[in-house]
C-alpha cells in the first residue's frame, strides 16, 4: 500500500535558518506529491504540490522537488520567519480509478524563534 | 466562496451518545473525504465519497457512517460514541485527478 514518512519533529530554528524537513513515499502508479500546512487552531492549507518526476512546487519560499529515483519530496527553505511556525504535512495522491485519496505523513511541527 | 464549512467547532459526547457532524462545500466537487487527525499518526482517511450516492470506506471506518445525497454535504455519524473516538475531524473535497484538496476548519470531539 502507499505510505509517507517524514521527519519527527519538533524542529526549532531561529529565524533567517535554512530548513529541510524530509519527506519519503512509497506508492504503486505515479502519486501526486502534497506539502500542507497547519497552523495552530486551523484546518490544513496546501502549500505546493508536483505532479511528476523532477516537477519542482514552490510557493512562499518554501520548495520541493519530486524525485522518483530517491522516492523522495523533502520542503525546503531558504530563510525561515517567525510566521512560518505551523505542522507541515507530506502527502501524496493516487488517483486509483475514480477515486482521489491523500496519504499522510505524522507531520512535522516547525517552532521558529527570534 | 465559503470553501468547506464544518460544524460544530467543538462537541463533547458521552460514551454510547450519537451525533452528526456536519461538512457541506461550494465549489461544486465530487470528491470529499473525512479524516480523523490523532496526535503522532498525521491523519486517516474515515470514509470518502466520489459523487452522490457513492460512498466508500477508508482506512479507519469502523464506528462512523456517511451518506451523499447531495454534491454539497456529505455528513458523518458516530452512531454510539467511544472514548477512541475523540480526536479532530477534518472534511476535505476535491475536483478529483490528484489535484489539491480543500479542508474544512475542523471538529474538536471529546468523548467522555
Known amino acids: 500500500g502507499n505510505s509517507v514518512t517524514q521527519m519527527e519533529g519538533p524542529v526549532t530554528l531561529s529565524e533567517e535558518a535554512f530548513l529541510t524537513i524530509n519527506c519519503t513515499y512509497t506508492?504503486?502508479?505515479?502519486?501526486?506529491l502534497f506539502w500542507y500546512v497547519q497552523y495552530p487552531g486551523e484546518g490544513l492549507q496546501l502549500l505546493l504540490k508536483?505532479?511528476?518526476?523532477?516537477d519542482k512546487g514552490s510557493n512562499k519560499g518554501f520548495e520541493a522537488t519530486y524525485r522518483k529515483e530517491t522516492t523522495s519530496f523533502h520542503l525546503e527553505k531558504g530563510s525561515v520567519q517567525v510566521s512560518d511556525s505551523a505542522v507541515y504535512f507530506c502527502a501524496l495522491s493516487t488517483n486509483t480509478g475514480t477515486a482521489s485519496k491523500l496519504t499522510f505523513g505524522t507531520g512535522t511541527r516547525l517552532q521558529v524563534t527570534l | 466562496n465559503a470553501g468547506v464549512t464544518q460544524t460544530p467547532k467543538f462537541q463533547v459526547l458521552k460514551t454510547g451518545q450519537s451525533m452528526t457532524l456536519q461538512c457541506a462545500q461550494d465549489m461544486n466537487h465530487e470528491y470529499m473525504s473525512w479524516y480523523r487527525q490523532d496526535p503522532g499518526m498525521g491523519l486517516r482517511l474515515i470514509h470518502y465519497?466520489?459523487?452522490?450516492?457513492?460512498?466508500d470506506q477508508g482506512e479507519v471506518p469502523n464506528g462512523y457512517n456517511v451518506s451523499r445525497s447531495t454534491t454539497e454535504d456529505f455528513p458523518l455519524r458516530l452512531l454510539s460514541a467511544a472514548p477512541s473516538q475523540t480526536s479532530v475531524y477534518f472534511c476535505?473535497?476535491?475536483?478529483?485527478?490528484?489535484?489539491?484538496?480543500?479542508f474544512g476548519p475542523g471538529t474538536r470531539l471529546t468523548v467522555t
Open positions: 465519497s466520489v459523487g452522490a450516492g457513492i460512498t
Open positions: 476535505a473535497s476535491t475536483r478529483g485527478g490528484g489535484d489539491e484538496q480543500y
Open positions: 506508492a504503486t502508479g505515479y502519486p501526486s
Open positions: 508536483a505532479t511528476k518526476a523532477d
